[in-house]
Nanobody
Framework: QAQLVESGGGLVQPGSSLKVSCTAS????????VAWFRQAPGKEREFVAG????????YYGDSVKGRFTISRDNGKNTVYLQMNSLKPEDTAVYYC???????????????????WGPGTQVTVSS
């Protein structure tokens, strides 16, 4: 069973950048679809970015496309989310998730994921 732990969240000003990490233990992420989701207070959890199972294709939510970049370091069993040009509406708890049976057409569906981290808070405020 895989354990996921996010890190790197914090308080930043609008327009700045932040990089959050998701490190897995207990199981390699190779062969798993890995994604970032976020949940703001009073809102549903939404898809932010993700990798296909073979790691060859990335996907982004419309609200972050062009500002956020997902990447991975297989040697460190870690997935990153680089967030640029942050806006107050990006404020949320950011979660990483991994799933072995996630197909491409369902990569944005949180129900497809087997493992979740506890989340890291990102707050964008002046």
């Amino acid at each position: 069973q895989a354990q996921l732990v996010e890190s790197g969240g914090g308080l930043v000003q609008p327009g700045s950048s932040l990089k959050v990490s998701c490190t897995a233990s207990g199981r390699t992420l190779s062969g798993y679809a890995v994604a970032w989701f976020r949940q703001a207070p009073g809102k549903e959890r939404e898809f932010v970015a993700g990798y296909s199972r073979n790691g060859g294709t990335t996907y982004y939510g419309d609200s972050v496309k062009g500002r956020f970049t997902i990447s991975r370091d297989n040697g460190k069993n870690t997935v990153y989310l680089q967030m640029n040009s942050l806006k107050p509406e990006d404020t949320a708890v950011y979660y990483c998730a991994a799933g072995r049976g996630v197909i491409t057409s369902s990569i944005r569906n949180q129900k497809q994921y087997d493992y979740w981290g506890p989340g890291t808070q990102v707050t964008v405020s002046s």
